[in-house]
């Protein structure tokens, strides 16, 4: 059973920029594609980012152009640059293969605030 590790989050001012990492315990690389998600307080999960086994990404709307994602499949691990961060970009950002089969992580928790 794959786990999932994130890790990354902190608190930064409006403007900066993070880092987050995914590291799974076993092989992602049968997965076809793996994304980012994160749930804002009072929210739903909601899907931002996502990377194919081919390297071609996509972006939600609200990330675009501000948010990299990018994997290592030699390390299992799943990235999210983060630059030009807004308030409305805090939350408890997860990874997970798109479409959801492995079970959640603990999360990472981002806050942007002055």
């Known amino acids: 059973q794959v786990q999932l590790v994130e890790s990354g989050g902190g608190l930064v001012q409006p403007g900066g920029s993070l880092r987050l990492s995914c590291a799974a315990s076993g092989s992602i690389f049968s997965r076809n594609a793996m994304g980012w998600y994160r749930q804002a307080p009072g929210k739903q999960r909601e899907l931002v980012a996502i990377i194919f086994s081919t390297g071609h990404t996509t972006y939600g709307d609200s990330v675009k152009g501000r948010f990299t994602i990018s994997r290592d499949n030699a390390e299992n691990t799943v990235y999210l640059q983060m630059n030009s961060l807004k308030v409305e970009d805090t939350a408890v950002y997860y990874c997970?293969?798109?479409?959801?089969?492995?079970?959640w992580g603990q999360g990472t928790q981002v806050t942007v605030s002055s």
């Open positions: 997970n293969a798109v479409p959801v089969d492995i079970p």
